[in-house]
């Protein structure tokens, strides 16, 4: 599985001091994949350009290489805002699938 250098979790929203490397993503994806609830979890995943919080991707549509795209990638999304004097910023925004 993975290394304990390659992930620090500090609670569940994974924003903050929470940290990740790509590979242990990967690697937890993968094990995910192998257990069979997968299929559930797989369905709960929002998908490009269709629904949840990757519903409003749609700039890729604009590419005629990446027009195909919609609803045929689904992700887990991680999204970190805070909330500031000057309203919600962006903190950071990642996709694992």
Same mark, same amino acid.
């Given at each position: ?38 299929? *559930?979890?797989?369905? $709960?995943? /929002?998908?490009?350009? +269709?629904d949840g919080s990757l519903g409003f991707v749609t700039d890729f ?9 919609? *609803?045929?990638?689904? $992700?887990? /999304?991680?999204?970190? +805002?805070?909330?500031t004097n000057a309203g919600l910023v962006l903190n950071g925004q990642?996709?694992?699938?």
């Open positions: 599985m993975c290394r304990q250098n390659e992930f620090h979790f500090v609670d569940g929203h994974g924003g903050g001091e929470t940290t990740a490397t790509n590979q242990a993503i990967t690697k937890v994806l993968i094990a995910r994949h192998q257990k069979p609830t997968f299929s *559930a979890f797989f369905n $709960a995943l /929002p998908t490009l350009g +269709v549509r604009s590419d005629p290489t990446l027009a195909g795209a919609t *609803a045929q990638v689904a $992700a887990k /999304p991680g999204t970190y +805002v805070q909330a990642a996709f694992g699938g």
